[in-house]
C-alpha cells in the first residue's frame, strides 16, 4: 500500500517563487491535512480538509492555499515564498477506520526558500 | 501555557533501563490522547493510544491522569532502536479535528 504520498521531498526556492506540494492518499481517508514541522516549535497544521470540496485554516496559514477537488489529493500551494517558510512539511490522512484519531503522514517535503 | 507541553530532553538511557516521558496538557475537555514516534528526518507514526485506564503494549505502557492533566509514557528494557523522538498528541473532541501536537521528548539509548 502506497498509503500517503508526498512530492517533491526537497525542494529550493528563491524568495518570490511560488510551487506547490502535492499529497495523495489511497486510503479513501475523508480528512487530510497539512503540518509544518520547525526545530522547537512542533508539528503546527497550516490547512486542513473534511472531505472533497471542503477545506479549512489550521494554525498558520498565512502564505499558503489549498484546495481539494478530489478524495485522493489535497495539494499545497506555495504563494509568494518567504525565508520563514522554509521548513519539513508533511502531509496526513485520516480515516473512519483503523484506529481512531490515528494519522498517516507522508515521507515530509523539505523546503528551503533562499 | 501551551495546549501540550513535553520536557524536550534529550534522555539519555543506558540500554535495559527504564524511561518515562510525562506530557501535560491544557484543555481539561480533551478526549483522545496518543503517543508518537518519530525517527529522525522521518514522518511521525503512531506508537500507542493513551486510554484512560492504562494500556500496555509490550515493553510500552501508557498512562492517562485527567486530574492533573498528563499522559505519561514509560518504556522498560530499552532497546537501542527505541532511539527517536516521542511526540505527544492531544485531540480535544475526538473525530476529525485539530488535534495538537506537542514539541516531542528525544530519546537516546546508549550501548
Not at chain 1, 500517503?4 to 518570490?16: A, D, E, I, M, R
Not at chain 1, 477545506?55 to 515564498?81: C, H, I, K, M, W
Not at chain 2, 501540550?4 to 510525562?22: K, L
Not at chain 2, 501508557?62 to 505527544?88: E, G, V
Amino acid at each position: 500500500n502506497a498509503g500517503v504520498t508526498q512530492t517533491p521531498k526537497f525542494q529550493v526556492l528563491k524568495t518570490g517563487q511560488s510551487m506547490t506540494l502535492q499529497c495523495a492518499q489511497d486510503m479513501n481517508h475523508e480528512y487530510m491535512s497539512w503540518y509544518r514541522q520547525d526545530p522547537g516549535m512542533g508539528l503546527r497544521l497550516i490547512h486542513y480538509s473534511v472531505g472533497a470540496g471542503i477545506t479549512d485554516q489550521g494554525e498558520v496559514p498565512n502564505g499558503y492555499n489549498v484546495s481539494r477537488s478530489t478524495t485522493e489529493d489535497f495539494p499545497l500551494r506555495l504563494l509568494s515564498a518567504a525565508p520563514s517558510q522554509t521548513s519539513v512539511y508533511f502531509c496526513a490522512s485520516q480515516g473512519p477506520a483503523g484506529v481512531p484519531g490515528e494519522l498517516f503522514f507522508g515521507e515530509g517535503s523539505r523546503l528551503t526558500v533562499l | 501555557r501551551k495546549e501540550v507541553e513535553q520536557d524536550p530532553g534529550p534522555f539519555n538511557v543506558p540500554e535495559g533501563a527504564t524511561v518515562a516521558f510525562n506530557c501535560t496538557y491544557s484543555n481539561s475537555a480533551s478526549q483522545s490522547f496518543f503517543w508518537y514516534r518519530q525517527d529522525c528526518r522521518k514522518e511521525p507514526k503512531l506508537l500507542m493510544s493513551v486510554y484512560s485506564s492504562g494500556n500496555e503494549d509490550g515493553r510500552f505502557t501508557a498512562q492517562l491522569n485527567r486530574a492533573s492533566q498528563y499522559i505519561s509514557l514509560l518504556i522498560r528494557d530499552s532497546k537501542l532502536s527505541d532511539s527517536a523522538t516521542y511526540l505527544c498528541v492531544v485531540n480535544p473532541t475526538g473525530g476529525y479535528q485539530k488535534v495538537t501536537f506537542g514539541t516531542g521528548t528525544k530519546l537516546q539509548v546508549i550501548p
